[in-house]
């Protein structure tokens, strides 16, 4: 018995497939790549060029006590406001979604009034809620009060800040949660109710870890806010980070470069945030993807292969 001479020899080199897939060529893409990188690369030679911009004093006042003390008041403003601001805003939301009419009202009411209103006018009406009432008793209604106190000394500027920066950041809070909360769909509740699942039990294990990845993106977008926001309490001469620099300014007359303190650090704090809400978010999006999507670092280093 002869081997076949019908067989053909095995291939000596590999050749390329003849379908093979060729990545489409994109030279717009890398030219406007190029076109943006330059023009970013001008503008930041010109800022740290610029002189007007005294990047010395900059640096000279960044950790200025001054300056710190000012930043600790914003951050314990926003901190202080958030958790206050959130906590009440569950508790209008669970009225929202109540069934109950007189507390749904009551809800829709509250968003309605304080989102309508600014912010700087409720914080003057909070800090001047002396002349609409000298005295805030504390009793029965339509009965015997039994407890009495003068509005006047009761509510300073901090306390007016933190008063009206709460119930403003309430009312956006309620709509953040009550729509996490209806983004679920009604049906995956029924069939737990079906399966013999306590209340208790589906909104811990079912309603609110699907709720949190529709609430941790604009309850971040809160925080950044009312990070920034706080600024706004310098009209009321409480020492935060603006109204600090401003102090400083108004005796040396170093306006720009001291703005700019303000700013960095603004920027600094807004940027550790956004760190944070990325991984907060990454966390619970754990069960609506295959995989994790991947960290800074990991798209990084997978570029960099």
């Known amino acids: 018995m002869t081997a076949s001479t019908d067989l053909a020899p095995p291939p000596t080199t590999r050749s390329a497939p003849a379908n ?7 030279p717009g893409r890398w030219i406007s790549a190029a076109l943006v990188l330059v023009m970013l690369a001008a503008a930041i030679r010109s800022v740290v060029t610029n002189e007007a ?11 200025a006590d001054v300056v710190l003390r000012g930043l ?65 008793s504390f009793g029965i209604p339509f009965g015997p009060d039994f407890l009495s106190l003068s509005s006047t000394n009761l509510i300073g500027p901090t306390a007016a800040v933190i008063i009206g920066l709460t119930l403003h950041e309430a009312a956006y809070a309620a709509e953040i949660v009550r729509g996490g909360v209806i983004s679920v769909e009604q049906g995956q509740v029924e069939a737990a109710l079906a399966l013999g699942m306590g209340r208790a039990r589906i909104l811990r294990r079912i309603v609110l870890p699907q709720a949190m990845r529709s ?12 990070l920034k926001g706080t600024s706004i309490v310098s009209v009321l001469a409480v020492q935060d980070l603006l109204f600090s620099v401003q102090l400083i300014y108004n005796r040396n007359y170093l306006i720009i470069p001291l703005l700019l303190v303000a700013t960095v650090w603004y920027v600094v704090v807004t940027s550790v945030l956004s760190a944070a809400q990325y991984y907060v978010e990454r966390h619970y999006a754990r069960g609506a993807a295959r995989a994790l999507p991947p960290t800074p670092w990991q798209r990084l280093k997978g570029r960099l292969r």
């Open 53 to 63: 911009f005294q990047w010395g004093v900059v640096a000279e006042y960044f950790t």
């Open 72 to 136: 600790g008041m914003t951050l314990w403003l926003t901190v202080l406001t958030l958790v206050l601001g959130f906590a009440l805003g569950t508790a209008l939301a669970v009225l929202r979604l109540s069934g109950n009419p007189v507390l749904v009202g009551v809800s829709w009411g509250y968003v309605w009034i304080f989102r309508s209103v600014p912010m700087l006018v409720q914080l003057l009406f909070w800090f001047n809620i002396g002349a609409l009432y000298p005295t805030l």
């Open 215 to 226: 609430i941790i993106p604009a309850a971040g977008n809160a925080l950044i806010g009312t």
């Open 20 to 26: 093979a897939v060729v990545p489409l060529r994109r």
